[in-house]
């Protein structure tokens, strides 16, 4: 059956076609057409209608009516056709904390997203500081076979920021960037060090800013709202006097820097003066930090306790204009998987951390496209484009002859966010109930359709 089916599509090589496409079901998708769909291609900012032909991985032909029989169909009729999204900043608890997220499931509920792409923070147990690690959830993402995971390293041993972890071992392992998130090195002499190591082996530092002294016990924003449920307050200053010690970190080394989870006001002044003066610093923002402010925590729940915090109406809005104005490049979520008992015990010990895989395309197409802060060009740019272009990965447009990571979103369907539906082991998201628009029809990675709904 399969000789056959390569015989009619005039392939040469059986064998080696054999290995490339194998989809779940052990069917070759040697050829699959994306058809009645409005392709948007960030990487030259054309939108327009066409059909889009997938051969062996690769985008083959883009334009009207294909007229081409292929293997496998998807109709993405009054959908959007985008490059696959990027999520840049992903926490997948594997190795370590399997009963939380492992690289199985992350991948799936990343697919479900739309994400082709997933860039996974290094503080899993064992810390990710040295190549061994670093190949354990490669391996276990190519086992997959769902979406390219790419795991990040520690930038110190063991993330204690005493020393620094094996960095030059974690490149020649494939590391796309170092991190030390869901940590701050506060050492600005030894991440000074880890920037300069950057710059050597090209690659970028993503930054987690929090002054740990200054956040102390603080589990909320600081602020009134905060202050009346009597919970510790982390200030807008623990964010922002890091930012600015990374920013003139890389101003001193010339690293590519890249600031995480962006929450305040004054990061997007931050992060706007530096690129006025020419300092290489990209940002991103969470749904949950353009979406919701402090106001929306309902009481003592710590779904809604995430660090950064939910901040105030004022730096929501600075966000919101940040992103519109291209200040803010990318968008990541900071998906962070904790089990229910874990966050049942309420804000002050409920670890932090939300999901966001598998809610945030419908966040952005809600808050952002349909507020007129973003257009849907904007949105690919961030969530695909702008990460491909900081990771420095051939991926992020749709072009002929570029890998076929594809994503079909249909904009207008409605719909309520329900974490009994997410393929993620984690459920904790404040967004249960919310009404959203835009869905994720179909997710394409290599040219195989790895979700479609
Ligand atoms: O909310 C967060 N959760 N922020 C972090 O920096 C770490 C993350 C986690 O690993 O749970
Ligand atoms: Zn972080
Ligand atoms: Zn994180």
Redesign the pocket.
């Known amino acids: 059956m399969d000789r056959l089916k390569l015989a009619v599509f005039g392939l040469k090589n059986a064998g080696a076609a054999a290995t490339r496409n194998m989809n779940q079901k052990g069917f070759l998708d040697m050829l699959l057409l994306i058809e009645n769909g409005t392709v948007i291609n960030p990487g030259d900012g054309t939108e327009l209608k066409a059909d889009v032909l997938v051969e062996d991985g690769k985008i083959k032909k883009i334009g009207p009516k294909q007229k081409m029989k292929a293997d496998r169909v998807v109709d993405a009729a009054g959908c959007y056709v985008m490059p696959g999204f990027i999520d840049m900043?992903v926490?997948l608890r594997d190795p370590g904390q399997e009963h939380k997220e492992t690289v199985e499931t992350g991948s799936q509920a990343a697919a479900r997203g739309g994400f082709t792409t997933i860039v996974a923070?290094p503080?899993t147990k064992p810390v990710v500081d040295n190549a061994d690690v670093v190949n354990y959830v490669h391996n276990k993402a190519k086992d997959v076979r769902r979406v390219h995971v790419l795991q990040t390293g520690a930038v110190t041993r063991g993330q204690r920021g005493e020393e620094l972890a094996d960095i030059e071992a974690m490149v020649e392992a494939g590391i796309p960037a170092i991190s030390e998130?869901?940590k701050t090195v506060m050492n600005a002499q030894l991440y000074r060090e880890a920037m300069t190591l950057a710059v050597k082996y090209d690659i970028p530092v993503l930054s987690?800013c929090e002054d740990v002294n200054m956040a102390g016990a603080g589990v909320v924003n600081a602020d009134k709202a905060m202050k009346k449920m009597k919970f510790a307050g982390i200030s807008n200053a623990v964010e922002d006097v890091i930012i600015a010690r990374d920013i003139m970190l890389a101003k001193d080394t010339g690293a590519a820097l890249h600031l995480?989870?962006c929450s305040t006001k004054d990061s997007v002044r931050l992060v706007e003066l530096a690129k006025q003066e020419g300092i290489r610093v990209t940002a991103e923002a969470c749904p949950h930090h353009f979406t919701l402010t402090s106001e929306d925590i309902p009481g003592d729940d710590a779904n809604y306790k995430m660090?950064p915090p939910l901040r105030t109406k004022e730096d929501v809005q600075a966000l919101k204009e940040g992103l519109k104005a291209g200040i803010i490049d990318v968008i990541a979520t900071?998906h962070?998987p904790h089990t229910a008992i874990e966050k049942g015990v309420g804000i002050k010990r409920a670890p932090f951390?939300i999901v966001g895989l598998e809610t945030a395309a419908a966040l952005v197409m809600t808050e952002l496209v349909n507020q007129g802060y973003l257009t849907v060009m904007q949105m690919a740019g961030k969530m695909s484009y702008n990460p491909a272009k900081i990771l420095g990965l051939d991926k992020g447009v749709v072009e002929e002859g570029k890998p076929a990571d594809l994503v079909v979103f249909d904009p207008k369907k409605q719909y309520v966010i329900d974490p009994s539906e997410f393929y993620s082991k984690g459920k904790n998201t404040p967004f249960a109930g919310r009404k959203v628009k835009g869905v994720v029809m179909a997710t394409i990675v290599d040219g195989k359709v790895v979700y479609e709904k």
Do not use: E, T, Y
Request: aromatic share 0%; proline share 0%; net charge negative.
């Open positions: 900043h926490h923070m503080n998130d869901g987690h995480c989870h660090n900071d962070a951390g």
